[in-house]
């Protein structure tokens, strides 16, 4: 059964780092895993991507785990600006072509 | 910048018509997604388009159709509109379909069947 979940909510205080975790447990073998942030009335961004062990760009760094399992976004020293919906994109095996999922979202509420 | 838009932000329909929701890429991206995004249920695929005159069924489409003539161009057609598809749309585009899970996204349409 092809699934991701997330945590509903996270509530973090400014200054603080951030982990949130997304299990994937059949995802496919050659695709890779993308984290999106929302704010509201606004689209899904892309912040992050991999394939696997560890990703770091400006922004976040994405953990993940030989297994492929899971994947974990870390967000360094979230300010208040950061409260948003984060949801992670992943791909199952679909026979021809792999089938994308998005998880349904986890909502950070940071806090002063 | 990579830009998508969306025709319309805002719109109210009755139940029976045809609505059509126009999405437009910049960026000679190969690929097009439509998604619906209704609360507790996160974003669903509607249909995505990996080609001009290409297409593939999503998760959900049921009571949709979808059209791509032009490259930077991907329509989402409610033939006959129905309560159960208000909701948020999202329109989002991807430069290939091997980097398809990198999506850039549009501002979305609220569409409410009344």
């Known amino acids: 059964l092809a699934k991701t979940t997330q945590p509903i909510s996270m509530d973090s205080y400014e200054g603080q780092e951030v982990n949130i975790t997304c299990s994937h447990n059949n995802i496919a073998t050659n695709d890779y895993i993308t984290w999106y942030q929302q704010f509201p009335s606004q689209g899904p961004r892309f912040i992050i991507q991999g394939y696997k062990t560890k990703v770091t760009n400006e922004v976040a760094s994405l953990f993940i785990p030989a297994d492929r399992k899971s994947s974990t976004l870390s967000l360094p020293r979230v300010s208040l600006s950061d409260t948003a919906v984060y949801y992670c994109l992943v791909g199952f095996d679909g026979g021809a072509t792999n089938k994308l999922i998005f998880g349904t979202g986890t909502l950070l509420a940071v806090q002063p | 910048d990579v830009k998508v838009t969306q025709s319309s932000r805002y719109l109210v329909k009755r139940t029976g018509e045809k609505v059509f929701l126009e999405c437009v890429q910049d960026m000679d991206h190969e690929n097009m997604f439509w998604y619906r995004q209704d609360p507790g249920l996160g974003l669903r695929l509607i249909y995505f388009s990996y080609d001009v005159k290409m297409k593939e069924k999503g998760d959900i489409p049921e009571g949709y159709s979808v059209s791509r003539e032009k490259k930077e161009r991907f329509s989402l057609i409610l033939e006959s509109a129905s309560t159960n598809q208000t909701s948020m749309y999202l329109c989002?585009?991807?430069?290939?379909?091997?980097?398809?899970?990198?999506?850039?996204f549009g501002p979305g349409t609220r569409l409410t069947v009344l």
């Open positions: 989002a585009s991807s430069f290939t379909y091997a980097n398809r899970g990198e999506q850039f």
